[in-house]
């Protein structure tokens, strides 16, 4: 009987889905906010983009349910932690080979010693365990199968997104602005790609395998709960601490904004890279001191991105903070608010009420726009080896296990290309998408341009 | 000018002061001398004595804030927080944990890094200013719209990519430059070239856009449509009056940066084998030598209040309406 056992991460991820469905409710009820998101919902680009976004984030919450599962005894191990992504892709996960293969290879990618039946030692390029091993080995035959198998794969992912269309989506459906028509064409092409890819995914390894034969399509999902974690998780820790001390330095004036200003300029000086860098020295000097508090390699990993969000939040918050501060700053002197004051309500309330709704459409700006950079920022840290855990699925672990291998001959680039392109994936959805907001919640552009010295566009360099 | 000078430098003074203090709390009360001897010198089998021995070498052995045991001036003064914030604020870096004298390196170190930051700061400038204006000249038109896709397609992707497909395509494929390395001089030139291309390209996008912005904000300001109105040429309109006033923010922008130029970039220089900074930073850091990553976050703080001071300054020569007093 599988028992559910929540990560760290997991509850944190969870956590910001359900503050993310309580904004949205406020949001529906407030006319003031819905304004903004329904602009950004007029945007044929901005809801394809967001359709994008669900996927992925779909994948990341799939795979942020952990499950205790007894495996089959006769394998030895007793119990496994797997998310439910694992468990859906099992065969994918348990299709390991021994070393490289290309994508739809049917044979592994170097020469290996081959024992043959006449029993001498051969060196020959060894079939598959697991790779194309149901189909015969002919070009022709390999080709008709993976038609075959697209077909159905894609005739299979259409029917499901037409029906998941006309089931959940009748309103969307009966508006045909080019917006909702963007969209559903949008969830077509991903239903088509997913069936497709996920058809082909269960007999081939459609992204070929890595070093130790693992299949890289799989490492490639699995990686998405990464950079989305670190692009959501550090919002979380940077937002609470901008907020406050940003609202209060612009409001309250005098000795606390001395206070808070000298606090993030000294922070702020400090080279974001290097602070992340020293911070994550110290986390794994730590975990070698303490290496018996961390008892599985999982909990180790958790642990190591959460801390590593920390850091980036800690890093990042200082930015928003002066933004905050001057719009506070602004709104301090509005009439409402010395209104608020003369009919006797408390600084408190003051904030509460009047100050962090109106400075909120900047909390949503900044968090849109800092999350692609977060996510290319991932993959820089891992590769500097101050990211996240080595034994993690990420985009940034996977380019540096590659990168190694670039020197080969003939070129070893599926696991390079699997990962860039997922990541670019993300990316360029989440930037479309923060185009669209940022446009709808504050339309005078400038005031929160795209600045691109900001720290953690510097690390991709 | 020069008291407003003096002002800002005395307030440098307290943020270098928390800057040291936070990366001394950093470096030696979250991480003790004594976890670091047993680092450097092994984890496992270590004696008391070699741990002592390694701290009493580099002066790690003294109390970290307050010697009890002296008298007077001395309790506060031979520390190891007051001795190693002394040593860092006049430039002297010490030696490295493992033994190498980090002023020396930083001088020799920087050149390299210089050589990439600043034509990669040049190009990049002058094909940004370039692509943005066109495309604010031309808005609405199908070069617009379509750079408009290049850039967010450009800024998606990540710095790696540009790293590894610019290595494999010009280096390995086309034989153009090689894969990577540093000479010495004009021999530089050779390996430079694919560095700066890739600082360029990875930066261009998120640039070019903002720039475009800049442009178009200008554009439909009212002293646009008064020059149009005057009769003056597209160019006059465009280079006289938008760039020159579009510059402000730009330049500020660019000021900011100058300083950190030393600095180096981390992941360019690792990929490209540059003898730079950013490279010296990351052996560093795989090598745990925490002298070496203090002095680093030192200097880069100071560089960075370096660059504030400048932007500030800078304001005062492209924009006559501010006065510094």
């Given amino acids: ?386 990211g996240v855990d080595p034994s993690m699925d990420s985009w940034g672990n996977m380019i540096n296990a590659a990168r190694l291998e670039l020197a080969r001959e003939p070129l070893v680039w599926w696991s390079l290309a699997a990962a860039l392109s997922s990541m670019f994936g993300l990316v360029l959805a989440a930037n479309i998408f923060a185009d669209a907001v940022r446009d709808a919640f504050d339309p005078r552009q400038r005031e929160f341009g795209l600045t691109p010295s900001a720290p953690t566009a510097r690390v991709c360099e | 000018m020069s008291a407003y000078l003096i002002r800002r430098l005395l307030y440098a003074l307290p943020i270098v002061l928390g800057v040291n203090l936070l990366t001394f709390v950093l470096f030696f009360v979250v991480n003790t001398p004594d976890d670091m001897a047993r680092m450097q010198l092994g984890e496992r089998r270590v004696t008391a004595q070699a741990v002592a021995l390694w701290k009493a070498e580099r002066g790690y052995d003294r109390p970290l804030f307050w010697d009890a045991s002296r008298s007077g001036v001395d309790q506060l003064t031979d520390t190891l927080f007051f001795t190693s914030s002394q040593r860092l604020f006049s430039f002297d870096f010490g030696r490295s944990d493992a033994g190498r004298d980090i002023g020396a390196d930083l001088r020799q170190r920087m050149w390299p890094s210089l050589a990439i ?45 540009y790293i590894i497909g610019g290595q494999w395509l010009m280096a390995k494929l086309w034989h153009l430059v090689p894969i990577s390395g540093y000479g010495e001089g004009l021999a530089a030139l050779h390996f430079l070239v694919l560095p700066v291309l890739v600082g360029v390209l990875a930066s261009l996008g998120a640039n070019v856009r903002w720039y475009r912005a800049l442009f178009a904000e200008e554009l439909a300001k009212d002293y646009v449509r008064m020059a149009h109105a005057k009769g003056l040429s597209e160019p006059r309109v465009m280079f006289g009056h938008v760039l020159r006033n579009a510059l402000i923010p730009i330049l500020t922008g660019v000021v900011v940066l100058l300083p950190s130029l030393f600095l180096g970039a981390l992941i360019t220089e690792a990929f490209f084998a540059i003898p730079g900074l950013g490279s010296y930073t990351i052996e560093a850091l795989q090598a745990q030598d925490f002298a070496i990553v203090r002095a680093m976050v030192y200097l880069g703080s100071l560089l960075y209040i370096a660059g504030l001071l400048l932007t500030d300054l800078s304001y005062v020569l492209v924009d006559p309406r501010v006065r510094l007093a």
Wanted: with cysteine; net charge positive; hydrophobic share 55%.
């Fill in chain 1, 1 to 386: 009987m599988p028992t559910l056992v929540p990560l760290w991460s997991d509850v944190c991820l969870w956590l910001l889905v359900l503050v993310g469905l309580w904004y949205a409710r406020q949001a529906r009820r407030h006319e003031p906010l819905r304004a903004p998101w329904r602009a950004v919902r007029r945007g044929p680009m901005a809801l394809a983009a967001a359709c994008v976004l669900l996927v992925y984030l779909a994948i990341a919450l799939l795979d942020s349910v952990h499950l205790e599962r007894t495996t089959r005894p006769a394998d030895g191990a007793e119990t496994a932690i797997l998310s439910v992504l694992d468990v859906l892709l099992t065969p994918l996960r348990l299709g390991v080979e021994t070393s490289y293969s290309a994508p739809f290879a049917t044979r592994a990618f170097s020469q290996e010693s081959v024992l043959t039946s006449a029993g001498r030692v051969q060196r020959e390029y060894p079939r598959l365990r697991y790779g194309a091993a149901h189909s015969a080995e002919s070009q022709g035959a390999r080709a008709r199968d993976i038609f075959q198998r697209s077909a159905t794969g894609a005739v299979a992912g259409l029917a499901l997104a037409l029906s998941a269309l006309w089931l959940a989506l009748p309103a969307a459906l009966g508006r045909t602005d080019r917006a909702a028509r963007a969209a559903g064409l949008t969830l077509l092409a991903l239903g088509v790609g997913g069936g497709v890819l996920l058809a082909l995914a269960t007999r081939y390894h459609v992204f070929g395998t890595d070093k130790v034969g693992s299949d890289v399509f799989y490492q490639a999902l699995k990686s998405v709960r990464t950079g989305l974690l670190i692009g959501t998780l550090t919002t979380l820790v940077a937002l609470p601490l901008a907020l406050v001390l940003g609202v209060a330095a612009g409001y309250f004036r005098g000795f606390t904004d001395d206070l808070v200003q000298y606090f993030y300029t000294t922070l702020s000086a400090i080279p974001g890279v290097l602070l992340v860098a020293a911070s994550a020295l110290l986390l794994d000097a730590y975990m070698t001191r303490h290496a018996e508090a961390f008892t599985s390699l999982l909990a180790r990993a958790d642990l190591r991105l959460l801390a590593l969000c920390g850091i980036l939040g800690i890093t990042s918050w200082t930015s928003l903070c002066r933004l905050l501060r001057a719009e506070a700053l602004k709104l301090r002197e509005m009439d409402f608010v010395h209104a608020a004051r003369a009919l006797g309500a408390r600084s408190g309330q003051i904030l509460r009420q009047h100050l962090v709704p109106n400075v909120m459409h900047i909390v949503i700006i900044t968090t849109v726009l800092d999350f692609s950079s977060l996510v290319l920022a991932e993959a820089a840290l891992t590769y500097l080896d101050i």
């Fill in chain 2, 117 to 161: 930051a600043v034509p990669v700061l040049l190009v990049e400038l002058a094909l940004a200013l370039t692509w943005a204006l066109l495309m604010a000249w031309l808005r609405g038109s199908a070069l617009d719209v379509w750079s408009a896709i290049v850039c967010v397609a450009m800024m998606s992707c990540s710095g790696l990519f």
